[in-house]
C-alpha cells in the first residue's frame, strides 16, 4: 500500500515536471508543424473568409505597416460594413500585439484599411480579426511567421 | 620542426575547407538561417534614417549646430552647473555611468545613450515622449535634471543664442516684461508666475522652448554607431572570406553568439540592427534599493505621452495626424504594461556598467546572470523564463557582448 502510494507522488511528481519543463521549453520553441500561414483564411465558424494583403506585400519585423482585409462570404460575395476589430500576439511568449492596431476607413467592395499593424519581434504571430457582419460575429485567424 | 611545419599545413588545409564550408576560423559553422539572423544584426542593415515630420529643422546643420551649443551649456540650468551633456557625457558613449543620473539633484532613473536613438519611436525608459525634441525638454524643465523653467530659458536664448535662434526659427517673440521664472513646471511661485501670462504669451514663450528641444534634436539625431568587430565579423562570414584579426572573434565568444541567437533568446527582443525591438517588457528586474517610489514602467510612460504636451500630435510638432501613427496605434492599456521597460540598444553595452533602468546590476555578468535565473518580478509579471545556462555559457554571452562596442560617430 505504501509503496504503491510512493509510486503513485513519484510518478505524479514525474509527470508534473515533465509539464512544467515542457512548459519552459515551449517558450520558444519552434511553433506547431502543421500551421496554416495562408493570407485568405476561412472563420472559425465558416461564416466568412477573408484575405490580407500587407501593401508592399512582404512584412517587415519592427515597422508600421498598412494592410487592406478583404471580406466575402463562402460564395464568394463581398462583405462592406462589417465592424471589425483586431487583437493576437504571440501564443509561445504569452504576450499580445506591441500596438493597437485599428480598420481606419471601409474602402468598398469587402475590402478594409487596417492601420498600425506592427511585429516587433521574429517567430509565430497570431493577428484575429473579430468579425461582426450581416452573417453574425465570427473570428478570422491569420497566422504569421517573421 | 618538421611538426611545426606540418601543424601549420593542417591549419591552412583546415582554413582553406572552413571558407568553402562557409564556416569560421574557429571551425564554427553557421546554417542559413543562423546567417540571416547574424546578418539581422549588422549595422549595414540599419535602415536609413526616415524624416522626423514632427521636427521641421530635424535635418538642418544650423539646426544642429544650434543644439550642440545648447546641449553643452551648462547655464541652461537652475544653478549654471547642468547641461545635457552632465549626464549625457561625449566621451562615455553619451552617458555617465552611475546607476541614477544626477543633475541639480537626483533622478529615479539611468541616463540613457544617445545614439541611434533618431530611429527610436519612443523615448525614454518609459517611452514617455515620441521624439528627440519632446524628450530633450523633459529634463530641462525637471526639479532634478536642469531646474529651470520656461521664462528663464526664452529669456537667456535671447540674451545669449539670438542670432542662432533667428536664423532657424524666425523672430524672437518680446521678451520684455516677462518674469525672471515662470513656467508649468517648478514650485508654486514659478507655476502662478505662469498661470498670470496670457494664453498668447505662454504659446509664444512655449513656442521658443519647443525649438530649443528641436535644436537640440537635430544635434542628437546625427549621432549614431560605428561598426563593431562583430559587425566586421559578419560581414566576413556572409563573404565567405577568411577571418583576420579585426574581424574574428574567438572561440567564446562565437560560442555566446550562437547562445545570443539560440538558447539564452536574447535576439527575441534584442533583435534588429541596433539590437532592440523598441518596445517594452517586464524582465523582473529587482526595485533599485536608491529609489523611494513605485516605477510603474509603461504603463505610467504611456499615459504621458497620450497627454504630452510636445507628443506629435500636439500644436508644437510640425507632423500631420497621419504621421504620428505610433502614437495613434499605441497600446493604451493592460497588464502587459506594467513595470514595463524599454529595450535598450546593445551597441556598445560592454561600457556602460551598471545596467538596467535604475543601475540596479552593477555587471553584465549579475544581468546575464538575471536573465539566466528568470527571477519573479516585484510586480506585474516577468515575461522572462528560466534558462538554465551553464556557467561557461554565461561567460561566453559575456564575452560576446563585449564584441558590440565602437566608438560612437556623429555625422556631419
Known amino acids: ?146 | 620542426m618538421l611538426r611545426v611545419l606540418t601543424f601549420a599545413g593542417f591549419a591552412a588545409l583546415a582554413m582553406v575547407a572552413g571558407v568553402t564550408r562557409g564556416s569560421t576560423s574557429t571551425g564554427a559553422t553557421w546554417s542559413a538561417e543562423e546567417r540571416s539572423m547574424l546578418a539581422s544584426l549588422t549595422l549595414d542593415k540599419l535602415d536609413t534614417l526616415a524624416p522626423d515630420p514632427s521636427n521641421r529643422v530635424a535635418d538642418d546643420t544650423m539646426a544642429a549646430r544650434f543644439g550642440r551649443q545648447l546641449f553643452f551649456d551648462a547655464k541652461l540650468s537652475s544653478n549654471g552647473k547642468v547641461a545635457c551633456s552632465t549626464c549625457h557625457l561625449p566621451e562615455q558613449d553619451f552617458q555617465d555611468n552611475t546607476p541614477l543620473a544626477r543633475g541639480v539633484g537626483v533622478t529615479g532613473r539611468r541616463t540613457m545613450p544617445i545614439a541611434g536613438t533618431a530611429h527610436s519611436p519612443w523615448l525614454f525608459w518609459d517611452g514617455r515622449t515620441d521624439s528627440q525634441w519632446a524628450q530633450a525638454l523633459g529634463p530641462l524643465e525637471s526639479a532634478v535634471e536642469h531646474g529651470g523653467d520656461r521664462t528663464q530659458y526664452a529669456q537667456y536664448i535671447a540674451a545669449i543664442y539670438r542670432r542662432e535662434y533667428e536664423r532657424v526659427f524666425g523672430r524672437l517673440p518680446d521678451m520684455s516684461r516677462l518674469p525672471a521664472h515662470a513656467g508649468p513646471a517648478g514650485d508654486s511661485a514659478t507655476r502662478a508666475a505662469w498661470s498670470a501670462l496670457s494664453v498668447t504669451r505662454r504659446d509664444e514663450i512655449t513656442r521658443v522652448f519647443s525649438n530649443m528641444g528641436k535644436a537640440i534634436a537635430a544635434f542628437e539625431r546625427r549621432i549614431t554607431f560605428s561598426p563593431t568587430r562583430f559587425d566586421r565579423y559578419v560581414a566576413a562570414q556572409l563573404a565567405g572570406r577568411a577571418h583576420t584579426s579585426i574581424d574574428s572573434l574567438s572561440q567564446d565568444e562565437e560560442a555566446g553568439l550562437r547562445l545570443f541567437i539560440g538558447k539564452a533568446n536574447c535576439i527575441t527582443c534584442h533583435n534588429g540592427a541596433r539590437l532592440t525591438d523598441d518596445h517594452f517588457h517586464n524582465t523582473g528586474v529587482p526595485a533599485s534599493s536608491l529609489v523611494a517610489a513605485v516605477d510603474s514602467g509603461r504603463t505610467t510612460g504611456v499615459r504621458q505621452v497620450l497627454a504630452g504636451e510636445f507628443n506629435c500630435l500636439s500644436p508644437y510638432s510640425d507632423a500631420k495626424p497621419d504621421d504620428c501613427s505610433e502614437l495613434r496605434f499605441a497600446v493604451t492599456e493592460g497588464d502587459e504594461l506594467l513595470r514595463a521597460i524599454k529595450t535598450p540598444s546593445l551597441r556598445n553595452v560592454a561600457s556602460r556598467a551598471p545596467f538596467m533602468h535604475a543601475g540596479q546590476l552593477s555587471t553584465l555578468r549579475d544581468v546575464i546572470a538575471h536573465y539566466d535565473r528568470a527571477p519573479r518580478a516585484p510586480f506585474g509579471k516577468s515575461e522572462l523564463k528560466r534558462l538554465k545556462l551553464s556557467a561557461t555559457e554565461r561567460r561566453q554571452i559575456e564575452a560576446f557582448l563585449e564584441t558590440l562596442s565602437g566608438p560612437p560617430r556623429h555625422r556631419p
Open chain 1, 1 to 146: 500500500m505504501r509503496s504503491s502510494y510512493i509510486n503513485r507522488s513519484t510518478v505524479l511528481a514525474l509527470g508534473l515536471g515533465v509539464i512544467s519543463l515542457l512548459q519552459g521549453c515551449m517558450m520558444f520553441a519552434r511553433p506547431p508543424k502543421d500551421l496554416d500561414y495562408g493570407r485568405i483564411r476561412t472563420s472559425e465558424a465558416r461564416l466568412y473568409r477573408g484575405e490580407i494583403r500587407p501593401d508592399g506585400d512582404s512584412i517587415p519585423k519592427g515597422k508600421l505597416q498598412k494592410w487592406t482585409l478583404h471580406l466575402e462570404d463562402a460564395g464568394g460575395a463581398p462583405i462592406d460594413a462589417a465592424k471589425i476589430t483586431i487583437d493576437g500576439g504571440m501564443p509561445q511568449h504569452g504576450h499580445g500585439l506591441p500596438t493597437k492596431p485599428l480598420v481606419t476607413k471601409q474602402l468598398g467592395n469587402g475590402d478594409y484599411r487596417v492601420e498600425g499593424m506592427k511585429f516587433n519581434m521574429g517567430g509565430w504571430w497570431v493577428v484575429k480579426f473579430r468579425v461582426n457582419a450581416t452573417l453574425g460575429a465570427d473570428s478570422l485567424v491569420f497566422n504569421l511567421k517573421l
